[in-house]
């Protein structure tokens, strides 16, 4: 099988890559390396490129005939995307658009989508079933819900199959710490706690004490990137063998506050994490937990690695060996 891995030299993507790789995919990767890292990718695989890059795209797929698309290649920082919606159009609606068109123009059979829970908004119930309704409340959720709707209209009128899979919180990195997480500037609230804890940066702020929590502050599901790789292998191997296209949650069923986070980092590690209390960040809803049992029953996915344990531990052993 050959798959065309967007965005595989960034977080989700590398782990994704490196676990199709493992399942013997023939992986080429096309990445512009705005936030991916060429270290992050093993061997020849790598792509240097722009997913709006009609011209690039047509002789990729031109040279290699794509079974599917895994496309990971998007902007991803809910306070950013409050500031600059323009960027997050551009990059995650329209050169979406460009990808999806050469994948239909060249007989590409199947899409899967790194969609978000940010295309749920406020929501009415926890945890989230898939067919819950979708209000998102910041641009990047707005982008990815129209990337879902986009696939269903290219299934109805070009045949393309997809799977798109709403994460929850991606946290933790590969068992081994050879690949991981690295943002600049990071933004996601596992690696800013363990950077403060070890004095790589100044205090952590929590955003939002106000909120209807148990403690205040925001509840999220944090699921492992390892787990959210195996997904992506499982849900393309089902749209190919059903000829359908399906949209799954992926999360670990826990939700835990931004002081719990900061409680077991402390207790799994020994090291204290410094921080003050700080206002909210635009954007932020109050609690997000998946529902995961759509991908349990019809993929049989098992997030067996999605435990703060886990997580904060490989975490914690890819802050301390980062080679990028
Ligand atoms: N958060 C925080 N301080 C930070 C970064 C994040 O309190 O410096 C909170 C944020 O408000 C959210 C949670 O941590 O409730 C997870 O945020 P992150 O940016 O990691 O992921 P998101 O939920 O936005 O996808």
């Given at each position: 099988m050959k798959v065309l891995i967007t965005g595989g030299a960034g977080y989700i993507g590398s782990h994704c890559s490196r676990y199709f790789l493992e399942q013997g995919v023939d992986v080429t990767i096309l990445d512009n390396l705005c936030e991916g890292h060429r270290e992050a990718v093993k061997g020849d695989r790598l792509v240097v490129g722009d997913c709006g890059d009609g011209a690039l795209l047509d002789r990729l797929f031109s040279e290699t005939a794509f079974d599917a698309v895994v496309h990971f290649a998007a902007f991803t920082s809910v306070g950013e995307s409050v500031a600059e919606p323009r960027k997050y159009f551009h990059n995650n609606v329209e050169n979406m658009l460009t990808l999806l068109n050469a994948a239909v123009d060249h007989g590409t059979k199947y899409f899967v989508f790194s969609s978000s829970a940010a295309v749920f908004g406020e929501p009415t119930c926890l945890p989230i079933p898939e067919d819950h309704e979708q209000r998102p409340i910041n641009p990047y959720g707005e982008t990815k819900m129209i990337g879902e709707r986009m696939l269903a209209d290219y299934e109805r009128a070009y045949g393309l199959h997809s799977c798109s899979f709403r994460y929850f919180n991606a946290a933790g990195d590969s068992s081994d710490s050879t690949i991981g997480e690295s943002h600049h500037p990071e933004t996601h609230l596992i690696p800013l706690v363990i950077q403060a804890a070890l004095g790589k940066r100044p205090p952590l702020t929590?955003?939002?004490?106000?909120?209807?929590?148990r403690d205040g502050s925001c509840i999220r599901d944090y699921v492992h990137v390892e787990d959210l790789a195996s997904a992506h292998y499982l849900g393309l191997k089902y749209i190919m063998e059903h000829q359908t296209s399906e949209q799954f949650n992926l999360g670990s069923e826990n939700g835990f506050t931004v002081l719990e986070i900061i409680r077991a980092f402390e207790k799994v590690t020994g090291i204290s994490v410094p921080y003050t209390l700080g206002d909210r960040r635009p954007g932020d809803p109050a609690a997000l937990v998946a529902g995961n049992e759509k991908a349990r029953e019809l993929?049989?996915?098992?997030?067996?690695?999605?435990?703060l344990e886990t997580i904060l531990t490989d975490a914690y052993h890819w802050e301390m060996k980062r080679t990028y």
């Amino acid at each position: 099988m050959k798959v065309l891995i967007t965005g595989g030299a960034g977080y989700i993507g590398s782990h994704c890559s490196r676990y199709f790789l493992e399942q013997g995919v023939d992986v080429t990767i096309l990445d512009n390396l705005c936030e991916g890292h060429r270290e992050a990718v093993k061997g020849d695989r790598l792509v240097v490129g722009d997913c709006g890059d009609g011209a690039l795209l047509d002789r990729l797929f031109s040279e290699t005939a794509f079974d599917a698309v895994v496309h990971f290649a998007a902007f991803t920082s809910v306070g950013e995307s409050v500031a600059e919606p323009r960027k997050y159009f551009h990059n995650n609606v329209e050169n979406m658009l460009t990808l999806l068109n050469a994948a239909v123009d060249h007989g590409t059979k199947y899409f899967v989508f790194s969609s978000s829970a940010a295309v749920f908004g406020e929501p009415t119930c926890l945890p989230i079933p898939e067919d819950h309704e979708q209000r998102p409340i910041n641009p990047y959720g707005e982008t990815k819900m129209i990337g879902e709707r986009m696939l269903a209209d290219y299934e109805r009128a070009y045949g393309l199959h997809s799977c798109s899979f709403r994460y929850f919180n991606a946290a933790g990195d590969s068992s081994d710490s050879t690949i991981g997480e690295s943002h600049h500037p990071e933004t996601h609230l596992i690696p800013l706690v363990i950077q403060a804890a070890l004095g790589k940066r100044p205090p952590l702020t929590v955003f939002g004490t106000d909120y209807d929590t148990r403690d205040g502050s925001c509840i999220r599901d944090y699921v492992h990137v390892e787990d959210l790789a195996s997904a992506h292998y499982l849900g393309l191997k089902y749209i190919m063998e059903h000829q359908t296209s399906e949209q799954f949650n992926l999360g670990s069923e826990n939700g835990f506050t931004v002081l719990e986070i900061i409680r077991a980092f402390e207790k799994v590690t020994g090291i204290s994490v410094p921080y003050t209390l700080g206002d909210r960040r635009p954007g932020d809803p109050a609690a997000l937990v998946a529902g995961n049992e759509k991908a349990r029953e019809l993929l049989g996915w098992k997030p067996g690695k999605s435990t703060l344990e886990t997580i904060l531990t490989d975490a914690y052993h890819w802050e301390m060996k980062r080679t990028y």
